[in-house]
């Protein structure tokens, strides 16, 4: 019951939709490379973040940067798959347009999420370094 099956019907149980989105992630974990530097980093975040001992309100803004840069990852490799689908291997400006805007839209959220953890951590790494300006 993963991806490689030929269903088309609708999912018969909660089960088999869990195995189905199971399976889509662990597509976009083995086909897309960007998302498991993403997810790289994402761990280093969090390595750093409980050595560093963060508070629940720095914890919560570093949570919400991954997921942002994780849920752009989804909608670009979605993007990506459909244009596929749908043009295959013939050159379209709409289909880079949209393909592109998936791309820009990764782009942002790993800026802001690039922001988040310059906010955070700087200031934290300066105090346990004892680093003041
Ligand atoms: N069918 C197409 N028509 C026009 N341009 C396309 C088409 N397919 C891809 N492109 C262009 O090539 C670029 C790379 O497309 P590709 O499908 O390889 O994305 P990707 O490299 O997998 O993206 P990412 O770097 O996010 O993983 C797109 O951003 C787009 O500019």
Known sequence: MGLNDKQVNKNRNFFQSLMHALGGVYSLVSTERNFRKHITLAVIAIIMGIWLQLTINEWLWITLAIFV??????????????VD?????????????????????????????????????IPELMHEFHIHL
């Open 85 to 121: 689908l749908i043009v295959g291997h013939h050159y379209h400006d709409e289909a880079k347009k949209a393909k592109d805007v998936a791309a820009g839209g990764v782009l942002i959220a790993a800026i802001f999420a690039l922001v988040i953890g310059c906010l955070i951590f």
């Open 69 to 82: 840069v994780v849920v752009a990852e989804v909608l670009n490799t979605v993007v990506e798959s459909i």
